[in-house]
C-alpha cells in the first residue's frame, strides 16, 4: 500500500491503493486530486534469429 500524503503540509490522509481519488485534508483545507499514472508500456524484446549451419 502507498502512503497518501496533502500535497500543501504533507499530512498523512490514508494509506492505500487507487485509480483517482480527490480527499480534502482536515488540517489545511487543500483539496488533493491524484490519479495512477498509467504504467510505462513494454519494450519490445530483440527477435532471436537462429542460424542453421
Given amino acids: 500500500m ?12 490514508a494509506e492505500g491503493e487507487y485509480t483517482r481519488l480527490n480527499i480534502k485534508c482536515p488540517r489545511c483545507g ?3 486530486q491524484l490519479r495512477t499514472e ?3 508500456p513494454e519494450r519490445r524484446r530483440a527477435s532471436q534469429v537462429q ?3
Fill in 2 to 13: 502507498k502512503e497518501i500524503r496533502c500535497g500543501n503540509c504533507h499530512r498523512k490522509l
Fill in 30 to 32: 487543500t483539496m488533493n
Fill in 38 to 40: 498509467s504504467p510505462e
Fill in 51 to 53: 542460424s542453421s549451419d
